[in-house]
Nanobody, 127 residues
Framework: QVQLVEFGGGLVQAGGSLRLSCAAS????????MGWFRQAPGKEREFVAA???????????YYGDSVKGRFSVFRDNAKNTQILQMNSLKPEDTAVYYC?????????????????WGQGTQVTVSS
């Protein structure tokens, strides 16, 4: 059974940092697109970041405009895990953050292109 589980959410002050982890199980995700999305109350699900396999051990990272320069995404394939490092957090980053995986590469910023989802983890940034 395929499962994605997010860890690391919590409460942080503006300007602080958090690291989210997504642990994947049930299969090897090394060739999958893996993404992070977030959803704030009353808003649509928003693309945050993703990694795409580029061949060998190389991955390309993609970021949403609102997090470029502040967030970093990378994989640890030995642990079947994707990490989202979030720095310089702002109150507008407050949302539930979801990990997702897509079996076939396509537009990485579209939630419907992802086949598997985690349950989400809450990130709250206080001002």
């Amino acid at each position: 059974q395929v499962q994605l589980v997010e860890f690391g959410g919590g409460l942080v002050q503006a300007g602080g940092s958090l690291r989210l982890s997504c642990a994947a199980s049930g299969r090897t995700f090394s060739t999958y697109d893996m993404g992070w999305f977030r959803q704030a109350p009353g808003k649509e699900r928003e693309f945050v970041a993703a990694t795409r396999w580029s061949g060998g051990i190389t991955y390309t990272a993609y970021y949403g405009d609102s997090v470029k320069g502040r967030f970093s995404v990378f994989r640890d394939n030995a642990k079947n895990t994707q990490i989202l490092q979030m720095n310089s957090l702002k109150p507008e980053d407050t949302a539930v953050y979801y990990c997702a995986a897509a079996a076939r590469p396509s537009a990485w910023g579209i939630p419907d292109n992802y086949d598997y989802w985690g349950q989400g983890t809450q990130v709250t940034v206080s001002s």
